[in-house]
Every structure is written in C-alpha cells, then in structure tokens.
C-alpha cells in the first residue's frame, strides 16, 4: 500500500475517533442533565480515552506515515478502548444511580487486556518487518 493511502486511513480511524468522542461527551451531557444535578468524574472523563488513546496516535502514525501498525493490531487497540470506554460509561451510569456493582471490575481487566495484546503485535510485527530476510539457495 502507498504511504498516502496509508496516511488518509489514519486520518480517517482519527476522524471517527473525534466522533466518538463528541457521541460519548454528547450522551454524558444528556444523562447527567436528567440525573438531577448528580455528576460522575467517570462519565465527563469517559470522553477523553477514545480522544487520546486512539486519535492522538492515529494522527501521529499519519503524521510519521511509517510504522503503520496491522489491521489485526488496530481491531485489538480499538477493541481495547471501547471495553474501557463502555466500563467508565457504565461506571459513571452506576455511580449516578447511587449502587455498586463488583463485576465493573471485568472492564478495565478486558480492557487492558486487549490493549496490551495490542502492544506486543505490534511490536512483534514491527520486529518481523524489521529482521533481515533469510533466502534459501545456492551461493554461487
């Protein structure tokens, strides 16, 4: 693939990004608006993972234009920050309500998860793409 497609895919996972975000600061702003003037750090910050977790280095990855990370490790990485962006909505949701669930623990544990997944493929495949190619053959 040439590198200005490339560049233009990452402004386009940047541009839905920013999307999410405004989709993610537009339903916190609804619902503590009919919560009754009760406010969740978890709910206002919700917005700020998808904003710096995945538009952030997309735009950098489409500024440097090289090292642009497999699709399997985009899917993870994106995986992994929606788990932890769905948990910190679900926690501020709980928290308005005024109760505590012991399960909102498996959110940033998933989420983490596949972040880190998402860490070592990449490094992994940068690794691969990186080593020097072995050919079988006769020397002549």
């Given amino acids: 693939m040439y590198t200005s497609v490339n560049n233009e895919k990452m402004l386009r996972y940047a541009a839905a990004s920013v999307i999410l975000s405004a989709f993610c600061a537009l339903f916190g702003a609804v619902y503590e608006y009919f919560s009754h003037e009760v406010y969740s750090y978890f709910m206002i910050y919700a917005v700020a ?40 909505i679900f926690e501020g949701v709980l928290e308005i309500y005024g109760t505590t669930n012991r399960l909102i623990i498996v959110y940033p544990i998933a989420g983490s998860v596949l972040c880190t997944a998402a860490v070592i493929l990449y490094v992994v495949s940068m690794k691969k793409h990186h080593s020097p190619v072995i050919t079988t053959g006769e020397i002549v």
């Fill in 49 to 88: 993972l998808p904003l710096l977790l995945c538009g952030l280095p997309y735009i950098l990855f489409a500024v440097n234009g090289k090292n642009i990370p497999p699709l399997n490790v985009l899917r993870l990485w994106n995986s992994g920050i929606s788990t932890l962006t769905v948990g910190c």
